[in-house]
């Protein structure tokens, strides 16, 4: 749900209902409701409540009108109201292949992730076997129980363990970061 991808179909397919709806509405009438009041007041005259002769400088008046307007240009509003339901479905469709798409993608990088971590785990095991191994040479040819070629050998051992560890441990860092990323975590964010 955090993925940026996710969250702008989600904003399209509301702004595409939103469509729908307003394309619905174009088949009701516009009702509407205006009204006026006016009036002046002098103190000089009197009201006349006449008619028909001149009201001059003290009158009041109101009034007020109820409308309604409709068009009938029902094809076009249907074509309309038909291409806003088809795009709003098109982005639908859009957003349950992505939801599909990014589901598959963070069970492969989850799959990846417990990979790199099953080649830590041997990556270590080997470590720690080949430094007992050195440890061992170095404590022989110390008493002079082993000889150079032995012990270069081991040494040579424990390099090339802690460099497959080393790229063991930094695949699973990857991992871990591409698991981050399928998700939608913001990676700048992470400690």
């Known amino acids: 749900l955090q993925r940026p991808e996710l969250a702008q179909l989600t904003a399209a397919l509301t702004a595409s ?56 240009d029902i094809p076009q509003k249907l074509a309309r109201l038909d291409r806003a339901r088809a795009e709003r479905n098109r982005i639908q469709a859009q957003a349950q292949t992505a939801e599909l798409a990014i589901a598959l993608e963070i069970d492969k990088q989850r799959g990846e992730l417990a990979g790199a971590a099953a080649k830590l785990k041997i990556a270590k095991k080997g470590r720690r076997a080949a430094k007992a191994w050195m440890r061992s040479n170095f404590l022989s040819y110390g008493v002079g129980l082993a000889d150079t070629k032995d012990l270069l050998d081991s040494v040579a051992a424990y390099a090339k363990a802690q460099i497959e560890y080393d790229k063991a441990h930094h ?21």
Request: hydrophobic residues 45%; aromatic residues 12%; negative net charge.
């Open 17 to 72: 209902a939103a469509m729908v709806d307003i394309e619905r509405a174009q088949f009701y009438p516009d009702f509407f409701l205006a009204g006026y009041i006016s009036g002046s007041y002098s103190p000089a005259h009197d009201l006349i409540e006449n008619s028909l002769l001149r009201h001059g400088y003290t009158y009041y008046d109101a009034g007020l009108s109820l409308g309604l307007r409709i068009t009938l």
């Open 171 to 191: 695949d699973t860092l990857i991992a871990i970061e591409r698991l981050h990323l399928a998700v939608g975590q913001d990676l700048s964010r992470i400690d």
